[in-house]
Nanobody, 118 residues
Framework: QVQLVESGGGLVQAGGSLRLSCAAS????????RGWYRQAPGKQRELVAV???????NYADSVKGRSTISRDNVSNTVYLQMSSLKPEDTAVYYC????????????WGQGIQVTVSS
């Protein structure tokens, strides 16, 4: 059974930094972590940043210039380094992954809380 293990969230002061990690338990034949979405209370889930297997990236305008997404294909892990954090970055962050054996389907992590205090 494949799953995504998210880590690195927590409480940070405004202006601070953190790094989120998303490790896939299965091999890249079955699951490929792709990036991060987030959902703040009362809001819809939104894209934060994604990266494909070749390293091409896409960022939300709200985090562009403050965040860097990267991947380690050996460990099948995706990282999101966020800096200059703002209170509006407070949300539950969800890792998402492609399922190569099931084209068009994806997998989601359980979510990890990031809270930025002012």
């Amino acid at each position: 059974q494949v799953q995504l293990v998210e880590s690195g969230g927590g409480l940070v002061q405004a202006g601070g930094s953190l790094r989120l990690s998303c490790a896939a338990s299965g091999s890249s034949y079955s699951i490929i972590p792709r990036g991060w979405y987030r959902q703040a209370p009362g809001k819809q889930r939104e894209l934060v940043a994604v990266i494909d297997s070749r390293g091409s990236t896409n960022y939300a305008d709200s985090v562009k210039g403050r965040s860097t997404i990267s991947r380690d294909n050996v460990s099948n892990t995706v990282y999101l380094q966020m800096s200059s954090l703002k209170p509006e970055d407070t949300a539950v962050y969800y890792c998402t992954a492609d399922l190569p054996l099931y084209p068009g389907h994806n997998s989601w992590g359980q979510g990890i809380q990031v809270t930025v205090s002012s």
